[in-house]
Structures are given as structure tokens and as C-alpha cells.
């Protein structure tokens, strides 16, 4: 008997939308210009536009090459945190993973320059000129998207509408061209064997672990419902 389960799906994101570019043309986010984020944003824009005509696999090839002859592979560098003004700072994004959900923290007293006495307030805030945004389908308080221990996620989470992966990156404009596969949410299980007649409907990864359990003949905790 086989059990194949993924911890996420993918889909294809040809659109990415730049959090801390918008927080910033709102006011809520200031940098300084640094020498290193100079050289990050001029770095940014010639990979973007080689990507943007095409050149992604051949990038790609240069370096693994590079890689293998230096033992050292190029990566792309993204909004450094020493290029943040983080005294004229209310709220940013520090995130790189590949989906199109991004987070934003409030630059309150739990960092070392706050900005915003109040963070329900700026959350509030920032929430509510989020959600006229065309490419956003969906911002979401901490304590609205995790069960558990909500204090060490970002304040907001932010989901994009279809097709639009998260940059922490500050770029010329909100949003821009991408050619790439990002994470999703809904992911795959596959059963093979006498014992499985069906996947019933609505089931869940959390599901996975005491039905594994069940079939091994385990003891199945009380906490796993």
C-alpha cells in the first residue's frame, strides 16, 4: 500500500505585486539610500528585465555554471533591512517565500525604532486601503489567519488575487511582469492499495496523520481528534 501526500500545491504566477513599493508610495514605509541598496535595486531591475524577455532558463544555466566554478551561486538580493528608515517607518514586509500571500508588520515597540504607538489602529488602517486594491482578494489579522500563537506571525496577511505572487522588493512600480510557479494553498494526496476504497469528501491534511496511525494499528492521541 502507497500513500503520496504534498504539504502545498503550486500554480503558475505570471503578475507579482510589490508590498513595501505600495506601503511606501502610501507613506507607511521611508528608506535611506544606502551604497548596498543602490546596488540591490540596480541588481533587481536587470534580472527582472532579462527574466521579463525570456532569458529565465538561460539565467538559470549561467548559474549553475557559475556555481559549479566558484562554489558560489548569484542570488537575486531583495529589500535589505538596513536600507529601512525605520524611525519614518509605520509598517513593512520581510518575506521570501514564493506565494501570493504576503505579511506586514507594524513598527511598533517590539522592534528597536518604533514608529506607531498604536498598531491596532495602523493595522486598521492599512487593512481597510488594502482591500480597494484591485490585485488584493483578501487581508486578514493575525488572530483571523492563525489559530496559535498569532503574536510571532505578521500583523496582516495579505492574499493577491489569482495569478500575482508577493516581492519583498522595492521596485519602480506596484506591480510587475513574472514568469515563474509560486506555492498554493490546496495540495495533493494520492492512495494506492487494497485498503483504500475512497478519499472521503472533506478530507484534510490534518487527517493524514491518525488515518496513517489507524491503518499501522497505532493508538490514535486524543489530541488529534
Not at 511606501?24 to 527582472?48: P, Q, W
Request: aromatic share 10%.
Amino acid at each position: 500500500d502507497i500513500i503520496v501526500v504534498s504539504d502545498h500545491g503550486a500554480e503558475k504566477a505570471d503578475r507579482k505585486f510589490a508590498v513595501n513599493t505600495w506601503l511606501k508610495n502610501k507613506g507607511f514605509l521611508d528608506t535611506k539610500e544606502t551604497e548596498k541598496a543602490v546596488r540591490s535595486k540596480l541588481i533587481d531591475k536587470v534580472v527582472d528585465g532579462l527574466v521579463s524577455l525570456g532569458f529565465r532558463s538561460k539565467l538559470a544555466k549561467l548559474n549553475s555554471l557559475y556555481g559549479d566554478l566558484t562554489g558560489e551561486k548569484f542570488k537575486k538580493e531583495s529589500l535589505e533591512l538596513d536600507s529601512i528608515d525605520w524611525e519614518e517607518t509605520e509598517a513593512f514586509s520581510y518575506m521570501i517565500a514564493t506565494c501570493r500571500y504576503a505579511g506586514i508588520w507594524i513598527n511598533d515597540e517590539r522592534f528597536p525604532s518604533p514608529a506607531v504607538e498604536d498598531r491596532e489602529e495602523k493595522k486598521q488602517e492599512i487593512k481597510e486601503l488594502l482591500e480597494q486594491h484591485g490585485k488584493v482578494e483578501e487581508v486578514l489579522a493575525a488572530e483571523e489567519a492563525f489559530v496559535e500563537k498569532a503574536s510571532t506571525f505578521p500583523d496582516l496577511v495579505v492574499k493577491y488575487v489569482e495569478g500575482f505572487k508577493q516581492t519583498a522588493n522595492l521596485l519602480s512600480e506596484e506591480t510587475g511582469a513574472e514568469d515563474t510557479y509560486m506555492h498554493r494553498k490546496q495540495g495533493f494526496i494520492g492512495l494506492y492499495g487494497d485498503v483504500f476504497d475512497s478519499v472521503p469528501e472533506g478530507a484534510e491534511l490534518v487527517d493524514l496523520a491518525p488515518t496513517v496511525l489507524h491503518y499501522l494499528g497505532q493508538e490514535i492521541p486524543a489530541e488529534m481528534d
